[in-house]
């Protein structure tokens, strides 16, 4: 793997999360840049914190529900803000056998690697498979690393932005939604209330005083 220094720590634990509860803060400062939890329990996250290590929860549900788009972007976040070159950043969920190494798949594929490349950095040979597998059983959507070339190159963009770079429908998608919600009453008379309604000219909400 020439000129492509690990970016993230993430390692199969035969012993699942009693292994993982059992690294030190003391061994993560020295060792390493941040944490990012992708498990569906918050672990040592706050302990961590408390500690004063960058430390983040970013739960993943592993089969009942729909992965979505947050957990890999947020990932992708804390990534660029706290890795200098130098300390990788742990990703760990419970067994590190799914969640967390496919949100460090992608990662690594946004940042330019090639699969292999991702594999070894990871020292999980099948990591790809693994990823095409969640894609197909829709707990990752399947424009994720289209979404997240994006993110990396528009950093302070939402996910409502990134989306209209890589989807043509959306727009039109989500109007249709907001036209749904588009009106809550904030406060005042019956008479006169003081409303939050969605513009679609402006394409965001809006107060607005009857």
């Given at each position: 793997m020439q000129n492509k220094k690990q970016i993230l720590m993430v390692r199969k634990s035969p012993k699942g999360l009693s292994q993982v509860l059992e690294v030190s803060p003391e061994f993560i400062k020295e060792n390493y840049s941040a944490v990012i939890n992708v498990s569906d329990t918050p672990c040592a996250t706050f302990d961590y914190q408390k500690e004063g290590?960058?430390?983040?929860?970013?739960?993943?549900?592993?089969?009942?529900?729909?992965?979505?788009?947050?957990?890999?972007?947020?990932s992708l976040k804390v990534v660029n803000e706290y890795y200098k070159g130098d300390k990788p950043i742990v990703l760990h969920c419970h067994a590190g056998a799914n969640r967390s190494p496919s949100i460090a798949f992608a990662i690594l594929k946004t940042k330019g690697y090639t699969d292999e490349e991702a594999a070894e950095s990871l020292n999980y040979a099948d990591i790809d498979k693994v990823f095409e597998r969640n894609i197909r059983l829709n707990?990752?959507?399947?424009?994720?690393?289209?979404?997240?070339?994006?993110?990396?190159?528009?950093?302070?963009?939402?996910?409502?932005?990134?989306?209209?770079?890589?989807?043509?429908?959306?727009?039109?998608?989500?109007?249709?939604?907001?036209?749904?919600?588009?009106?809550?009453?904030?406060?005042?008379?019956?008479?006169?209330?003081?409303?939050?309604?969605?513009?679609?000219?402006?394409?965001?909400?809006?107060?607005?005083?009857?």
């Open positions: 290590i960058p430390s983040f929860w970013f739960p993943i549900h592993e089969v009942s529900s729909f992965w979505g788009y947050m957990p890999f972007i947020a707990l990752i959507p399947p424009n994720l690393l289209e979404v997240m070339i994006q993110a990396e190159q528009h950093p302070t963009f939402g996910i409502n932005h990134l989306m209209m770079k890589v989807d043509d429908g959306y727009s039109e998608r989500t109007d249709k939604i907001y036209d749904t919600i588009k009106d809550f009453t904030l406060h005042g008379s019956d008479e006169n209330p003081v409303r939050l309604v969605y513009d679609r000219t402006v394409k965001k909400f809006v107060i607005k005083r009857d």
